[in-house]
């Protein structure tokens, strides 16, 4: 379905599909401490579309990681997703491999 965003937990993994953007992130962000519960990968490879609010939220869903001592890694950045990351010069925080 267009416009959705579903995730999957299975710690240490969570999965993200769909859309990431400022309509559907909304859900993710009100329950993101329970689902980050145990997470230390972030699976992207399942995102159609990330806008700048979903990166922004990619961003902070790793500095809450950080600040409870995980390092979160993303797995499955695709190239629109590591294009997006390299306009906003986010290199060093989301790590593109």
């Known amino acids: ?5 579903s995730w999957e ?14 309509e559907t992130l909304l859900p993710l962000w009100n329950q993101r401490r329970t689902l980050m519960n145990q997470v ?14 979903g990166l922004a939220m990619l961003v902070h869903l790793r500095a809450q990681a950080e600040q409870e001592g995980v390092t979160l890694a993303l797995s ?9 990351i390299a306009l906003y010069n986010l290199q060093e925080i989301i790590p593109v491999n």
Not at 76 to 84: E, F, H, N
């Open 1 to 5: 379905m267009k416009g959705a965003l």
């Open 9 to 22: 937990h299975q710690p240490p993994r969570l999965i993200l599909r769909g859309d990431l953007d400022r």
């Open 40 to 53: 230390k990968t972030l699976d992207v490879a399942g995102l159609q579309r990330v806008d700048s609010a």
């Open 76 to 84: 499955g950045i695709t190239d629109r997703l590591s294009t997006l």
